[in-house]
């Protein structure tokens, strides 16, 4: 046999082997690794932050990557129009992160990242009963990786509840600093500006916040008027409260329109919102703040 046959019969054999190594790994080692590394209690992607990225991570007991922890304040603008009248069971619906979302690893979220949802049900008004949108948040886009999120409802206003939170409360006169304006957030809380305090509307020396750029950070505070939560399973760093006070809940310049479900309870993550009209419509460009179950 020549010296070059030897050398193509080697390269054969070893090449098979290679295949049959790689179709083994691929086909019974991988599956069961990534069987045994999927420890999140609902079999889900956490979402781990690395920097300023956040991707999908299969998390385990002892892992200690930083992840979206229950409790986080997600404030987010409404992209898409709801309405009784048009929208379908499964219709997709989005809406934007408007400001930096801090994570207790020292991370964050980043403004601009996308929430996206879908309609669950639509039931229309009949004798005794309201007309009901039932929908529900279950993604994260950001960094270019999706995701899977569980949240409910805190807090909603409409589109024009957003502007007059961004809008000072005194006129603006010759050589005034538009951004050094007092405004007042949706829910009562004064904000001094941005770079100053933001107080409550009771208190000015009550200090639960400081007003940034594009947003408030700030500590969620109960409410106890309508049994709204402070913070909750020990996530009490500042969050990201966007144009809501800090103890924002429920819902505000909104007539008509009431949340029957929040979505912290079964179903967990389907929230309800339901109207005394028989069609009712939120338009986009409403606030909402959602909390990561």
């Known amino acids: 046999m020549s010296n070059l046959t030897k050398i193509t019969t080697t390269y054969l054999v070893i090449k098979q082997v290679s295949l049959a190594l790689v179709t083994f790994f691929w086909t019974a080692v991988l599956p069961a690794s990534a069987n045994s590394g999927q420890t999140h209690p609902q079999g889900a992607a956490y979402a781990v932050l690395v920097g300023h990225s956040v991707v999908a991570h299969s998390s385990s007991p002892d892992d200690k990557s930083p992840v979206i922890p229950p409790g986080t304040i997600l404030p987010v603008r409404l992209n898409s129009t709801i309405s009784s009248a048009k929208c379908k069971t499964g219709q997709v619906i989005t809406g934007r992160i408007m400001q930096d979302v801090p994570l ?10 996308k929430v996206v949802g879908h309609i669950v049900e639509v039931t229309q008004s009949s004798a005794g009963t309201s007309t009901r949108i039932s929908l529900q948040f279950d993604k994260l886009i950001s960094a270019g990786q999706t995701i899977p ?6 807090a909603i206003t409409g589109f024009m509840g957003v502007r007059h939170a961004q809008t000072p409360s005194v006129g603006m006169a010759e050589g005034d600093n538009f951004y050094a304006l007092t405004t007042v957030q949706v829910g009562g809380d004064v904000v001094y500006g941005v770079g100053g305090p933001v107080t409550t509307a009771e208190d000015p020396n009550d ?13 969620v505070r109960a409410n106890d008027s309508v049994k709204c939560r402070g913070p909750i399973d ?4 500042p969050q990201a409260l966007w144009v809501f006070s800090s103890d924002a809940c429920g819902v505000y310049d909104l007539e008509h329109i009431s949340i029957a479900h929040s ?11 339901a109207s005394d009209t028989a069609n009712f419509k939120l338009q986009a460009g409403a606030g909402m703040l959602l909390r990561v179950n």
């Open 104 to 113: 207790s690893s020292g991370g964050a979220i980043k403004e601009g990242s």
């Open 149 to 154: 999120v569980l949240t409910n409802l805190r």
């Open 207 to 219: 200090v639960v916040g400081k007003a940034l750029t594009h947003g408030v950070l700030g500590q």
């Open 234 to 237: 020990g996530n009490d760093h």
């Open 263 to 273: 979505g912290r309870s079964d179903p967990a993550g389907v929230i309800v919102l």
